[in-house]
């Protein structure tokens, strides 16, 4: 099956710091998802962008399908950005509601 | 909205035990899935359903049944519990047939088996 790579596997930031978080993929994608899950394990959903570049406020996400990675930046951190962002792909011909999850990048913002 | 409702929360069980965890969407969406999420491993999909009556199995299925009967609901049933199956589950729903911006989760269940 299709593997997801995400890196770092940490990362730990002074409040205000920028990041970026990458996401790998070893095969053609037809949806990448990326998600927020907080201290208290709620799965937020941040973006669908299985190509292109999407904005939200002080995160944005570009994916490059052609090359198989997206990118989630986060600027101006903040502590409440803290918990683990993951991506998740499906797959042409995959049937609706089968993601992938890679195994996550665990952020702490720190004061 | 309610979103996506998922019961219990936390639930301990003793090998050889059955249980189901409840999950219930009132967005009326037609595909639902189930995941557990292990410790390092990210979310790993049980079962999912495209729709109301069909049902299909995900990358990790074994110990674990589904049914879905309602648009609403879809029930996830250990059938004799093993401590290989102490994990969060999640149950998560969209309106699109790939996942997409209205993908949303439940809460989960933290189940433990001893």
């Not at chain 2, 729709?51 to 990358?59: H, K, V």
Request: net charge neutral; proline share 4%.
């Amino acid at each position: 099956g299709i593997q997801v790579e995400q890196s770092p596997p940490d990362l730990i930031l002074q409040e205000g710091a920028n990041s970026t978080l990458r996401c790998n993929f070893s095969d053609s994608v037809n949806n990448l998802q990326w998600f927020h899950q907080n201290p208290w394990g709620q799965l937020i959903n941040l973006f669908y962008i299985p190509s292109g570049t999407k904005q939200n406020g002080r995160l944005s996400a570009t994916t490059v399908a052609t090359e198989r990675y997206s990118l989630l930046y986060i600027s101006s951190s903040q502590t409440t950005d803290s918990g683990v962002y993951f991506c998740a792909v499906g797959i042409p011909g995959g049937t609706a509601s089968k993601l992938t999850f890679g195994t996550g990048t665990r952020l702490q913002v720190t004061l | 909205n309610a979103g996506v409702t998922q019961t219990p929360k936390f639930q301990v069980l003793k090998t050889g035990q059955s249980m189901t965890l409840q999950c219930a969407q009132d967005m009326n969406h037609e595909y639902m899935s189930w995941y557990r999420q292990d410790p390092g491993m990210g979310l790993r999909l049980i079962h999912y359903s495209v729709g109301a009556g069909i049902t299909d199995q995900g990358e990790v299925p074994n110990g674990y049944n589904v049914s879905r009967s309602t648009t609403e609901d879809f029930p996830l049933r250990l059938l004799s519990a093993a401590p290989s199956q102490t994990s969060v589950y999640f149950c998560a729903s969209s309106y699109t047939g790939f996942g997409g911006e209205g993908y949303t989760f439940g809460s989960g269940t933290r189940l433990t088996v001893v």
